[in-house]
């Protein structure tokens, strides 16, 4: 499993992500349009985990690295009761990270302003950590030790493999979702809305892929023939 570390500010920060990433057994670190140097300061802080930080991968956008990958689980420190912001916990999150037999990261925000919506819409579950209400923000290396603690220890305990679809086949199947609301005048508003909270459903479900491969199925079959129904009102009509 890689890190994806969005945005980053702080050397000190890439270079503890590195170090914990190296402690905990994790894959290849993503670092998304870093603001500060990849220089000595990171290399100090990640200690063993140098090789971590050598191997880095950098990329220009948060899109480009999301896409790389089939099931992606953002972290935010901020709850909400929106479907863009509605969360599973650490160990949830874990759980499913650790599971589901495709190719997966662990998103980490930026220190100063964590996670856009518009950047937590794109990933397929969200979690955040409980912490004191009245200030609930970890430093952002802090917050990723903690995951990567919890993903560790669940890897030592693997109850069962969960096939589930490629990054392909879910968008695939949100297309014809979403073609399928176009056709019944759905807003769209409503659409991109419906599409987060089927997008968290999928990730928080445990369901195999073929069971999934199932729904997806009826859904694209739903849209032709909708489209098929309204292609011959329309010529009747002409």
Do not use: W
């Not at 979403?178 to 369901?207: G, Q, Y």
């Amino acid at each position: 499993m890689d890190v994806i570390f969005v945005e980053p500010l702080y050397a000190q920060n890439i270079g503890f992500i590195a170090r914990s990433m190296k402690n905990f057994c994790l894959g290849r670190l993503i670092i998304v349009n870093p603001r500060c140097e990849l220089g000595v300061e990171a290399v100090k802080y990640s200690m063993h985990g140098v090789d971590k930080l050598n191997s880095a991968l950098i990329l220009n956008n948060f899109s480009e690295a999301v896409k790389r990958y089939d099931y992606v689980v953002c972290t935010t420190g901020k709850r909400g009761r929106s479907s863009v912001r509605r969360s599973m916990t650490p160990e949830e999150a874990a759980e499913r990270l650790v599971e589901f037999n495709v190719k997966k990261a662990l998103v980490i925000g930026r220190e100063d302003i964590g996670l856009k919506n518009s950047e937590l819409e794109r990933c397929d579950a969200v979690a955040t950590i409980p912490a004191n209400p009245e200030y609930p923000i970890l430093n952002a290396s802090h917050a990723a030790a903690i995951f990567f603690y919890l993903i560790y220890r669940r890897a030592g305990n693997v109850e069962r493999v969960v096939d589930r679809p490629s990054r392909e086949e879910v968008e695939r199947f949100f297309y014809y979702l979403d073609e399928t609301a176009k056709l019944l005048n759905v807003s769209e508003e409503r659409r991109r809305r419906m599409i987060v909270a089927f997008k968290r459903l999928l990730a928080e479900s445990k369901a195999p892929r073929s069971d999934l491969s199932l729904v997806f199925g009826l859904v694209r079959k739903s849209y032709e023939k909708l489209a098929t129904m309204r292609k011959t009102i329309i010529n009747a009509d002409s």
